[in-house]
C-alpha cells in the first residue's frame, strides 16, 4: 500500500473532496496588508465623495428640491429625511467613512456608513450610478471583513496586530471588480458600440473644442478606435492583471483608461474607485513592498524597512473559514452573476425597455433623448389636459424618467392620484413619449392607448413597453 488511512475515517470523495480542497484554498493565510491599505483608500475615497457633495450643494438639488422621488420596486416606503436631516446625514457619513479609513471603531463605522450610503441610492431612482451601486458593494464587503485588524487605531487600541487573513477575502474583491469590467465589456458587444461607435460618436462630437485631443476627435476614425478600445480593454484587463509580468503594464493602462474617461466624460468618483480597486490584483504584500521600497529611497534601511512576513499554511491568524461562510461567499457570488444576466428573461433590446438595465454595469452604451407629454382624460366628462413632467419633477428628473418606461409608469399614477386629489378625478393617463436611442430616428417608447394610470408596476415584462427600432443608428461625423 502507498497511503495510509485512520481507521474509522473515510476519505472524503467526489464533491465533498472538492468542497474540502476550495476551504482549504480559500483559508490559505494571506497578508493582511492589501485589505488594510483598501480599507483606507476606500474610505478616504468616499469621505471626498460626501465632501463633494456638501460643498457644491447636491444634496438640495437631488434631496431636498425635488417635490416627488421615482421608487424602487418594493421600496415605495423609503422617503428623504427632512432638509437639516439630510445634511446632517452627509456629514455623519463623511465622518464614518473617515473612520473607516483610520480604522477606528470599524465594527460599528463600517456597517453605518453601509446602511446610510445605500439608503441615499433607494430615495430616488434618478440618483442611481453604477460607482455608487459599487461603493455600496464595496463597503458591504468590507465590513464583514477583518479590514481594522493591521494599521488602525481598533489595532493600536487592542494593542494586536494580525498578520494574515484568509485568502477568501481577496479572491471576493477580485471577483468583484472582475465582475464590474466584464459585465462593463459584455455589454458593449453590439452593433451599436462595435460597428456604428455609438453613441461615442455623439459625446465625442460635443467634445471637439477639447484642448490636445478635441481636433483628433473630428477625424472619422476616432470613434470606431476608441469603441473598440474601450470593449477591449473592459474584457481583458482582468485576465491582464492576474499575469504578474503583465500586472504593472496592465495597471498602468487602468491609470491611463480612466484618466482619458474622467477628462472626457463627466462621470464622477468612478474612475478613482475603479483605478484602486485594481490593487486588489497585485500581491497581497504590496503595501509592505511599496514602503520598503520608499524607505530605501529615503536611505532608511536595515531595520527601518521589514520584509512582509512568512506566512505559513495553518497561521493562527487566519482562521479555517467554516461552512457557513463559504456559503453565504458563494451565494453573494451567485447573485452578482445573476443580476446582470437577467435581461436575458425579458428579451428584446435592453437598452431601449430598461428592464435588467440597473445593476448589470452597462457603463455608458446608450444615449437616450426622448420628449413625453401626459394626456390625462376624466374618464365622467371627458375632458382633456395635456401635462408636461416639468410641473413635478426638476431638470435632472425629467430627463432621466424620459427614456426609462418604468419611471414613466410612475409618474403616470403620480399625476392620477394628484388630479383626483384636486378634484378633477377619475381620471387615466395615457403617454406620449417619444425616444431616440443612440441617434436614431424618434420612436414612440409607449403605447399611446394604454391607461398607465391603471397598471402596477413589476418584475415581469411590460406590456406597455413598444418594440425598439431596428434600423441601425446613422453615421454621424464629429463637427
Not at 470606431?224 to 504578474?244: C, E, H, K, Q, Y
Not at 392620484?417 to 409607449?446: C, K, M, Q, T
Not at 394604454?450 to 408596476?457: G, I, T
Amino acid at each position: 500500500m502507498t497511503t495510509t488511512e485512520l481507521p474509522g475515517r473515510a476519505r472524503p470523495r467526489g464533491l465533498a473532496a472538492a468542497w474540502s480542497r476550495a476551504a482549504a484554498a480559500l483559508s490559505r493565510p494571506v497578508d493582511i496588508a492589501w485589505l488594510a491599505a483598501f480599507r483606507a483608500l476606500f474610505g478616504l475615497t468616499m469621505c471626498v465623495s460626501m465632501a463633494r457633495f456638501i460643498a457644491y450643494g447636491w444634496i438640495d438639488e437631488l434631496f431636498v428640491k425635488p417635490s416627488f422621488h421615482f421608487k424602487y420596486w418594493g421600496l415605495a416606503w423609503v422617503e428623504p429625511l427632512p432638509p437639516a436631516g439630510m445634511h446632517a446625514l452627509f456629514w455623519a457619513l463623511a465622518g464614518l467613512a473617515l473612520a473607516i479609513a483610520l480604522g477606528f471603531a470599524f465594527r460599528v463605522a463600517a456597517p453605518l456608513f453601509v446602511v446610510g450610503f445605500t439608503y441615499l441610492q433607494v430615495i430616488d431612482v434618478t440618483t442611481y450610478l453604477n460607482h455608487y451601486y459599487l461603493a455600496s458593494l464595496l463597503g458591504l464587503l468590507l465590513a464583514a471583513s477583518p479590514a481594522h485588524r493591521a494599521w488602525s487605531i481598533d489595532a493600536l487600541l487592542a494593542r494586536r496586530h494580525e498578520r494574515a487573513v484568509p485568502a477568501a477575502w481577496l479572491y471576493l474583491l477580485r471577483f468583484q471588480v472582475g465582475v464590474v469590467y466584464t459585465f462593463a465589456g459584455l455589454a458593449k458587444a453590439h452593433a451599436d458600440w462595435l460597428l456604428h461607435a455609438q453613441p461615442l460618436r455623439i459625446w465625442l462630437g460635443s467634445r471637439t473644442d477639447m484642448p490636445v485631443l478635441g481636433p483628433l476627435f473630428t477625424h472619422p476614425w476616432a470613434a470606431p478606435l476608441m469603441s473598440w478600445a474601450g470593449f477591449l480593454f473592459d474584457t481583458s484587463i482582468v485576465w491582464l492583471l492576474l499575469v504578474p509580468r503583465l500586472r504593472p503594464f496592465a495597471y498602468a493602462a487602468v491609470i491611463l483608461f480612466h484618466a482619458v474617461t474622467r477628462a472626457l466624460f463627466p462621470i464622477g468618483m468612478f474612475p478613482v474607485i475603479m483605478v484602486l480597486s485594481a490593487l486588489v490584483f497585485f500581491p497581497p504584500s504590496w503595501p509592505r513592498d511599496l514602503l520598503a521600497r520608499a524607505r530605501a529611497l529615503l536611505g532608511r534601511r536595515g531595520a527601518d524597512a521589514p520584509p512582509a512576513p512568512a506566512l505559513a499554511p495553518g497561521a493562527p491568524s487566519s482562521p479555517r473559514l467554516g461552512a457557513v461562510g463559504l456559503a453565504i461567499g458563494a451565494a453573494y457570488c451567485a447573485v452578482q452573476l445573476a443580476l446582470p444576466l437577467r435581461f436575458l428573461a425579458y428579451g428584446g433590446d435592453v437598452r431601449w425597455h430598461e428592464q435588467g438595465m440597473r445593476f448589470s454595469w452597462r457603463v455608458m452604451v446608450r444615449e437616450k433623448n426622448g420628449s413625453i407629454t401626459f394626456l390625462v382624460r376624466n374618464r365622467q366628462t371627458g375632458r382633456t389636459w395635456h401635462v408636461s413632467p416639468r410641473e413635478y419633477l426638476t431638470r435632472l428628473q425629467e430627463r432621466e424618467m424620459a427614456g426609462q418606461p418604468d419611471l414613466i409608469l410612475q409618474l403616470s399614477r403620480h399625476i392620477r392620484d394628484d388630479f383626483e386629489r384636486r378634484g378633477r378625478g377619475p381620471v387615466e393617463v395615457r403617454a406620449d413619449a417619444l425616444v431616440s436611442l443612440n441617434g436614431r430616428r424618434i420612436a414612440r417608447l409607449i403605447d399611446p392607448g394604454v391607461d398607465l394610470a391603471s397598471l402596477r408596476d413589476g418584475i415581469g415584462p411590460a406590456s406597455y413597453i413598444l418594440p425598439g427600432p431596428k434600423e441601425p443608428p446613422p453615421h454621424i461625423r464629429p463637427l
